[in-house]
């Protein structure tokens, strides 16, 4: 379904969020004769976010979508509900993204999608692709949703893609890029291998000419039905202790990467590998590289003295956090993670500790969880403390650490059981960082 066939359509919208408030200012803009007449909401119903709309809990959804056309949910609102199942036997229900896609075509779009890395690697492609002088639109879940590029010619447009958007797509991006994929998002899913498989039918849409894929996972290796353009590998864009090379060849020094950690040099492969595939050339990539800054919450400095305080709040599994820690290898780290519980499965993050000789300091909810693993695989009582919440992680943390050591944030969890969401648990670490400089 287009946006445009929305015209003189009934339609009915489910949560409130960034991209679907989006979607209703496109409506006013552009469908005279299109109207939300109905809005759904999981909390109490909000009269004043779509004005002239009826607002109603979800409960009582039977009653609110009588007479609608069409429903748009939010991306939070998971199609694996089974009070969702049954509204969607019934009605057609798509999301701003989707209609924008389909309105759209895949043509001059590069889709970003994975469990981590996906927001630092659409925003290198972005930011390459201007340096090679290219119009560049950032969108999606990182910079303006899709929906407000309506009416707006870009020659590129970088898409990231959540799993929430790649679950029912209808049209996908002519150029795809996969950058791993792990165990996540399991209470909007219902399980991993639902989740995996949500992503990864983003290969298999209408629109989709080229998918590239990390070449070191083997979820992605193994996609099936189109050929696939690997990066992550020696014979083509690849990462290593010496930075970024392509067939071999050293062509952005680790020294020169705005961004710390291999993992950091691997998303710069792949944003790399992406645009070629896209037949953007980018001269000189680590002169393009001038200006780049990495995205807020992700290994982000926030405070510095007698010890390093990094923000890494968007770390919200167990494989971010061992990244994490490998980024700062050479020097004494103590790391304070947890979060909600969405069963990660802590194992190789306690082992990651061990081999690193790093301090834990666990914070709720999983705290308990991480910190029996961490005994499990062999970190000693000592360097083991659980707190009840983050500002006494932080005050212990300054305490217990060694003079010159990095203090992590790395939750290794999402951050929804005491927080808004990643960000507000990390501003919240960087002020009281910057208090215990």
């Given at each position: 379904m287009k946006f445009s066939e929305l015209e003189g359509r009934s339609i009915a919208v489910w949560g409130a969020g960034r991209e679907t408030r989006a979607f209703a200012r496109a409506v006013e803009r552009y469908l005279p004769a299109g109207k939300i007449t109905a809005a759904l909401f999981d909390g109490p119903p909000d009269s004043d976010a779509f004005p002239g709309a009826r607002a109603l809990a979800a409960a009582d959804a039977s009653a609110a979508l009588a007479g609608c056309d069409v429903l748009v949910r939010s991306p939070g609102v998971s199609i694996r509900r089974g009070d969702f199942a049954r509204i969607a036997g019934h009605l057609p229900v798509t999301t701003a993204t989707s209609l924008w896609l389909a309105e759209h075509g895949g043509a001059g779009v590069l889709g970003v999608t994975g469990t981590k890395g996906k927001s630092t690697t659409a925003a290198l492609a972005a930011h390459l692709a201007r340096a090679a002088g290219i119009d560049v639109r950032l969108a999606g879940n990182i910079g303006s949703p899709a929906i407000e590029l309506l009416g707006e010619s870009a020659e590129l447009v970088v898409l990231e893609l959540s799993s929430y958007q790649t679950a029912d797509l209808a049209v996908g991006p002519e150029t795809v890029l996969f950058t791993n994929l792990y165990r996540e998002h399991l209470d909007w899913h219902g399980s991993e291998a639902v989740y995996h498989a949500d992503k990864l039918r983003l290969a298999t849409l209408p629109g989709v000419e080229r998918v590239v894929v990390n070449g070191r996972d083997t979820r992605l290796t193994a996609i099936a039905g189109r050929p696939l353009i690997a990066y992550g590998v020696a014979a083509g864009w690849d990462a290593g202790p010496t930075g970024v090379t392509h067939g071999g060849e050293l062509v952005v020094s680790l020294d020169a990467?705005?961004?710390?950690?291999?993992?950091?040099?691997?998303?710069?492969?792949?944003?790399?590998?992406?645009?070629?595939?896209?037949?953007?050339?980018?001269?000189?990539?680590?002169?393009?590289?001038?200006?780049?800054?990495?995205?807020?919450?992700?290994?982000?400095?926030?405070?510095?003295?007698?010890?390093t305080w990094v923000d890494d709040s968007i770390s919200t599994t167990p494989e971010s956090a061992v990244a994490a820690l490998a980024?700062?290898?050479?020097?004494?780290?103590?790391?304070?993670?947890?979060?909600?519980?969405?069963?990660?499965?802590?194992?190789p993050l306690a082992q990651a500790l061990r081999e690193a000789r790093a301090r834990l300091i666990t914070v709720p909810t999983t705290g308990p969880a991480l910190a029996r693993a961490a005994r499990e695989a062999g970190v000693a009582d000592a360097l083991i403390d659980e707190c009840p919440d983050l500002a006494a992680a932080v005050a212990l943390a300054r305490s217990r650490a060694r003079d010159g050591a990095v203090v992590l944030l790395s939750p290794a969890a999402p951050s929804f059981d005491r927080f808004r969401d990643y960000a507000e648990r990390g501003e919240l670490f960087a002020r009281l960082a910057r208090e215990a400089a």
């Amino acid at each position: 379904m287009k946006f445009s066939e929305l015209e003189g359509r009934s339609i009915a919208v489910w949560g409130a969020g960034r991209e679907t408030r989006a979607f209703a200012r496109a409506v006013e803009r552009y469908l005279p004769a299109g109207k939300i007449t109905a809005a759904l909401f999981d909390g109490p119903p909000d009269s004043d976010a779509f004005p002239g709309a009826r607002a109603l809990a979800a409960a009582d959804a039977s009653a609110a979508l009588a007479g609608c056309d069409v429903l748009v949910r939010s991306p939070g609102v998971s199609i694996r509900r089974g009070d969702f199942a049954r509204i969607a036997g019934h009605l057609p229900v798509t999301t701003a993204t989707s209609l924008w896609l389909a309105e759209h075509g895949g043509a001059g779009v590069l889709g970003v999608t994975g469990t981590k890395g996906k927001s630092t690697t659409a925003a290198l492609a972005a930011h390459l692709a201007r340096a090679a002088g290219i119009d560049v639109r950032l969108a999606g879940n990182i910079g303006s949703p899709a929906i407000e590029l309506l009416g707006e010619s870009a020659e590129l447009v970088v898409l990231e893609l959540s799993s929430y958007q790649t679950a029912d797509l209808a049209v996908g991006p002519e150029t795809v890029l996969f950058t791993n994929l792990y165990r996540e998002h399991l209470d909007w899913h219902g399980s991993e291998a639902v989740y995996h498989a949500d992503k990864l039918r983003l290969a298999t849409l209408p629109g989709v000419e080229r998918v590239v894929v990390n070449g070191r996972d083997t979820r992605l290796t193994a996609i099936a039905g189109r050929p696939l353009i690997a990066y992550g590998v020696a014979a083509g864009w690849d990462a290593g202790p010496t930075g970024v090379t392509h067939g071999g060849e050293l062509v952005v020094s680790l020294d020169a990467l705005p961004l710390r950690g291999e993992h950091n040099a691997l998303n710069l492969a792949g944003a790399l590998c992406a645009l070629e595939q896209a037949g953007i050339d980018v001269p000189g990539p680590e002169a393009a590289l001038a200006g780049f800054s990495g995205l807020d919450h992700r290994l982000q400095v926030v405070a510095e003295g007698r010890l390093t305080w990094v923000d890494d709040s968007i770390s919200t599994t167990p494989e971010s956090a061992v990244a994490a820690l490998a980024a700062f290898a050479a020097r004494d780290v103590v790391l304070i993670a947890g979060g909600q519980d969405r069963s990660q499965e802590y194992l190789p993050l306690a082992q990651a500790l061990r081999e690193a000789r790093a301090r834990l300091i666990t914070v709720p909810t999983t705290g308990p969880a991480l910190a029996r693993a961490a005994r499990e695989a062999g970190v000693a009582d000592a360097l083991i403390d659980e707190c009840p919440d983050l500002a006494a992680a932080v005050a212990l943390a300054r305490s217990r650490a060694r003079d010159g050591a990095v203090v992590l944030l790395s939750p290794a969890a999402p951050s929804f059981d005491r927080f808004r969401d990643y960000a507000e648990r990390g501003e919240l670490f960087a002020r009281l960082a910057r208090e215990a400089a």
